[in-house]
């Protein structure tokens, strides 16, 4: 597959959407951290959830802080199939990672390995006391990460930049 394919405008038609490569599908993501989560419902549409996320291109993994009461945590724990939609502000630049989730344990001890994985998602803390009630916190919300193993990673562009 070339880089990108060339897009190609047509009075009345606009510019034609540009394939994104598999390296700019992962700095594309990597530069952004908010997406749509779609996961399936029980009568299989979708169900959308705004969502933070990290992305592990080494990996092929977006981990994703939730709480274990929310209503997309159940969906995937009943099936596990997912998608991630990142769109840029302007709308023009889209990416979607699928893939199959995995539900980490709750955190339930603060420090714990969900907890430490949690406190990966955000940045450092300058106050170690800051850090140990980030623990807390995760501990006392029933905190838990989502982790997208990602099979299939596609998408375009109407932007020339790209």
């Given at each position: 597959?070339?880089?990108?394919?060339?897009?190609?405008?047509?009075?009345?038609?606009?510019?034609?959407?540009?394939?994104?490569?598999?390296?700019?599908?992962?700095?594309?993501?990597?530069?952004?951290?908010?997406?749509?989560?779609?996961?399936?419902?029980?009568?299989?549409?979708?169900?959308?959830?705004?969502?933070?996320?990290?992305?592990?291109?080494a990996a092929r993994l977006i981990s994703i802080g939730s709480t274990?009461?929310?209503?997309?945590?159940?969906?995937?724990?009943?099936?596990?199939?997912?998608?991630?939609?990142?769109?840029?502000?302007?709308?023009?630049?889209?990416?979607?990672?699928?893939?199959?989730?995995?539900?980490?344990?709750?955190?339930?001890?603060?420090?714990?390995?969900?907890?430490?994985?949690?406190?990966?998602?955000?940045?450092?803390?300058?106050?170690?006391?800051?850090?140990?009630?980030?623990?807390?916190?995760?501990?006392?919300?029933?905190?838990?990460?989502?982790?997208?193993?990602?099979?299939?990673?596609?998408?375009?562009?109407?932007?020339?930049?790209?």
């Amino acid at each position: 597959m070339t880089d990108i394919q060339q897009a190609k405008y047509e009075p009345g038609r606009g510019a034609s959407p540009t394939r994104l490569s598999a390296e700019q599908l992962g700095d594309f993501l990597a530069e952004h951290q908010m997406g749509a989560l779609a996961t399936i419902k029980r009568d299989g549409h979708p169900h959308l959830s705004t969502v933070a996320y990290q992305w592990n291109p080494a990996a092929r993994l977006i981990s994703i802080g939730s709480t274990a009461d929310r209503l997309k945590v159940r969906q995937l724990v009943r099936d596990p199939h997912a998608a991630l939609y990142v769109s840029s502000p302007d709308h023009l630049t889209f990416a979607v990672a699928e893939g199959t989730a995995e539900i980490s344990p709750v955190s339930t001890v603060p420090g714990d390995a969900t907890g430490r994985e949690l406190l990966a998602l955000f940045p450092g803390f300058d106050n170690p006391a800051d850090t140990q009630a980030f623990l807390a916190n995760m501990v006392e919300d029933n905190r838990l990460v989502i982790r997208l193993r990602v099979t299939k990673l596609y998408g375009d562009t109407l932007a020339g930049d790209r």
